[in-house]
């Protein structure tokens, strides 16, 4: 596409309300490397001018890896009974929080699988010492649950939650999670954000059956649903899930739908995902040059680390706890960014304080 067209095109869609489905979808399309230049460079500007130079880290502790669904990409899912299953001790998780906060970073995620075996007043308690003793951020990131159950966590102090819809496209998100809704999946979104969560979402990029129109509709999902995160990933292929033989996600997509995703949502906080960390080469540091602001350092003790396998070759299984760390300060310095250790809180105005 001549440049100055396609740059005319990227800040009609930056500017409309609502962006049209077709022209996201003939952005994803782009493949010569000028045009791909063009959309990245815009999205980095878009990214400087809503975000800043600072790159904020938020330290992941998968504390449990039971699961009782089965989706069919995820290496976690119940009917693989390779993998041994653990749930971290409350004192493990709060030793694993305390090194986190050793290095200086504001916010843990709590993740699992969907674990019913997770007592809801066993994580309130959790959530409840951690704010005691830490000034940090909490995210949860531990799957559906009922409004109740949300609620609870949310008065005991967590102040976000991750749930991506993975898929926004009805048909697709049904066909890849046995038993599971899309309806249910939204619902959830919304109790969250009644309750006053900041909210992250986010999709899955070269799911089978996956088209661009799709990913399209993600994007609008994502816009429409004014997210204060958006986590964007490939498709990575677990030997032990239904997807086992499926085509791995496309890096470049991964890319192209990052660099849209900033443009459109302009202010929404976009991890450069492990997942896109765990390719043929790392694309992070292409994620963080084309929209992305975040980067997750992985804080989950050995032996579980290995033991939280939802994708294979997943990245930093065998880095001891806290080299993520200084391996992304490393990141941030060769883009001439910084690693911003504040709490790193939405960037929506007005939302939070
Ligand atoms: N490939 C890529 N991403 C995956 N996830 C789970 N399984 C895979 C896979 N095989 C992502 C999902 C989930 C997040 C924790 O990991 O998006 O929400
Ligand atoms: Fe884990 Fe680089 S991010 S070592």
């Known amino acids: 596409m001549n440049m100055f067209k396609l740059t005319g095109l990227l800040a009609k869609i930056k500017e409309a309300d609502l962006p049209e489905a077709a022209e996201l979808e003939s952005v994803l399309s782009l ?27 938020r330290g992941i502790i998968e504390f449990s890896n039971f699961c009782i669904r089965n989706c069919f990409y995820c290496g976690l899912n119940k009917n693989n009974l390779k993998i041994k299953r653990y749930r971290m001790k409350k004192d493990e ?59 609870l966590w949310k008065d005991a102090g967590a102040d976000r939650y991750l749930l991506k819809i993975e898929t926004s496209d009805k048909a697709l998100y049904e066909s890849a999670h046995e038993g599971m809704s899309l309806d249910n999946r939204i619902r959830c979104l919304d109790d969250l954000k009644t309750l006053g969560y900041q909210v992250g979402s986010g999709n899955i990029v070269g799911l089978p059956g996956q088209t661009l129109k799709i990913i399209a509709n993600d994007i609008i999902f994502f816009k429409e649903r004014d997210l204060d995160m958006t986590g964007i990933g490939p498709f990575i292929p677990h030997g032990d899930s239904r ?82 760390n200084f391996c992304m300060d490393d990141m941030a310095k060769s883009l001439g960014r910084f690693i911003d250790y504040g709490i790193g809180d939405s960037l929506k105005v007005g939302r939070y304080v």
């Open 31 to 57: 493949e010569s490397s000028d045009d791909l230049n063009t959309l990245f460079s815009f999205a980095d500007l878009v990214r400087h001018e809503f975000c800043g130079e600072g790159i904020f880290l």
């Open 243 to 324: 997807f086992s033989n499926q085509d791995i996600g496309e890096a470049l997509l991964t890319l192209k739908t990052i660099a849209l995703t900033r443009i459109v949502t302009k202010n929404s906080h976009i991890p450069a995902t492990t997942a896109l960390g765990s390719l043929d080469k790392d694309y992070r540091m292409d994620g963080l040059g084309c929209g992305a602001n975040v980067l997750m350092p992985n804080f989950t003790p050995q032996p579980y680390r290995k033991l939280y396998e939802i994708y294979p070759g997943k990245r930093c299984v065998d880095e001891p706890v806290g080299a993520c």
């Open 93 to 151: 998780i709060l030793k694993s929080v305390e090194l986190l906060a050793a290095r200086n970073i504001k916010t843990v995620v709590l993740q699992s699988g969907d674990d019913s075996g997770i007592d809801v007043l066993w994580l309130r308690d959790i959530i409840l010492e951690i704010k005691s003793k830490f000034d940090m951020a909490i995210t949860l990131s531990v799957g559906e649950r009922s409004f109740d159950d949300y609620k």
